[in-house]
């Protein structure tokens, strides 16, 4: 079937059931590495890297396949796809604390935002797609918070701040680029098909909005996850 968007309703019992899901599995996981040893912690972290190196390999394998691949919906530009990218390797590199402060915030948000209003983009039909989203975005969310809790990983004090920084640099490059190549990356050249709450207005107030939501969820982040405030 020609691939389109597949929206789960929120609240939905699809929807409950999922997040259901999600949630049991990122906290039993976090909870089996906090009981490894050292070595087998780290091991355990790098699993969810190669878990996404596979589901990224095989999903773009998949669309040039079948011939569904395109600059203008398989770039990994959106939030998620560029977290995505950094989770498949800052684990093999020396410890970047810039890196992961930026995977920590924009993965986080990201895949919170991709649970509570699903939307699977170019959505062949198939369950391998299906579980494909909910297994990229988990890993997503679970890598970052799994370096923090198990890896000792920490949060500086501004990192939220700069973060939003980062964003908004990445926003002033992708935005020009969505009317280049006829794209909707990160949701910045018109609105998700989805009902969420988050998006108010339409173009380009909604982004405006985004920008305070911005700021806050990531302070908000920030200070639930290290019990700080600035």
Not at 20 to 36: D, E, S
Not at 97 to 121: C, D, M, V, W
Not at 201 to 216: N, S
Request: hydrophobic residues 50%; glycine residues 6%.
């Amino acid at each position: 079937m020609e691939p389109s968007a597949h929206i789960i309703d929120l609240f939905s019992n699809e929807w409950i059931r999922n997040n259901i899901l999600i949630v049991v599995f990122i906290i039993a996981y976090l909870q089996i590495g906090k009981r490894l040893s050292k070595k087998y912690t780290w091991y355990f972290g790098v699993l969810i890297s190669l878990v996404l190196i596979g589901t990224t390999i095989t999903g773009h394998t998949r669309n040039i396949i079948n011939g569904y691949w395109n600059i203008s919906d398989n770039l990994p530009l959106h939030l998620c796809g560029i977290s995505n990218l950094i989770s498949c390797f800052i684990l093999f590199i020396p410890k970047n604390k810039r890196l992961f402060e930026f995977l920590f915030y924009a993965g986080i948000i990201g895949a919170f935002q991709s649970f509570f209003t699903p939307q699977i983009n170019n959505f062949d039909g198939t369950t391998y797609e299906y579980l494909e989203y909910y297994l990229s975005h988990a890993g997503i969310m679970l890598l970052p918070i799994y370096m923090y809790k198990n890896l000792g990983f920490k949060l500086e004090k501004y990192s939220w701040l700069r973060v939003v920084f980062y964003l908004n640099i990445l926003l002033v490059i992708i935005l020009p680029l969505n009317f280049l190549i006829d794209s909707n990356y990160m949701y910045l050249a018109y609105r998700p098909k989805v009902n969420n709450p988050l998006i108010i207005g339409e173009w380009p107030f909604y982004i405006m909005f985004w920008e305070l939501f911005l700021v806050l969820l990531t302070y908000l982040l920030y200070v639930m996850s290290t019990g700080k405030r600035i």
